[in-house]
């Protein structure tokens, strides 16, 4: 079986807050080899568990955070942006399960720094499912078939992946505090765990199906602020809902829908405040 990872940063374990995921801050250096570890773990037990590829897709905001002098000599990375399909890049119905590794809950939820791709947004949808980068994410590897078999990041994220996808594995290896404070388990404590549940994945991998994504999705993404909304909707094809900060785009499918998402998004982060 040929195995994905799109490895977020958030969702590691000893990482409890910015400082430790941007990369102008002084413990990102730390948080990288925290995480390159993380992955190792995953790596590692996929290979032993029978697994003949991985692909690790760095997913954390210039997807470039993953030392690759350190990661397991068998595994391929995709690194560095930008990529057309951002988190999911180079997914395809090839891979007989993804893995969702240092991942985080949506935003305006609970958890350790939630949010769904830019911290200007609210909420995102698809039809009338709200979803954050987790659940967009396994939508897309649902088009392709491929189901995600294994989350792994705090609690919240966990909970936000057993309710969306039936029968999936989770690794939760840190506890929310608050969106800043985390009760972590040590890295090799954390390792233990992904080896363990990375190896259950795998086993029972045949009782997850893929999360299909509906047929001609209509994307909904709730901005924090109107002038975020007005920038989303210089993007053809889409519409303000009146009275709201929510812009609107009808999509022939979920791949569609994913790009458009990509582009409203770094759209509405050129709205300035002064």
Known sequence: MKLYMSVDMEGISGLPDDTFVDSSK??????????????????????????????VNDSHSKMNNLLIERLHPEAQLISGDVKPFSMVQGLDDTYGGAVFLGYHARASMRGVMSHSMIFGVRHFYINDQAVGELGFNAYVAGYYGVPVIMVAGDCQAAAEAEELIPHVTTAAVKETISRSAVKCLTPEK???????????????????????????????????????????????????????????????DILEAYQAMLVMTELAMRTTFS
């Open 26 to 55: 002084l413990n990102y250096e730390r948080g990288r080899v925290i995480m390159t570890d993380e992955a190792n773990y995953v790596i590692e037990e996929a290979f032993k568990s029978g697994c003949s590829e991985v692909l």
């Open 190 to 252: 954390a390792g233990r765990l992904l080896k363990e549940r990375t190896a259950y994945a795998i086993q029972n991998r045949d009782k997850v199906r893929p999360l299909t994504p509906p047929d001609r999705p209509v994307l909904s993404i709730e901005f924090a602020n109107y002038g975020q909304a007005e920038w989303a909707n210089l993007m053809p094809g889409t519409e303000i809902k009146p009275g709201t900060t929510i812009v609107r785009y009808q999509a022939k």
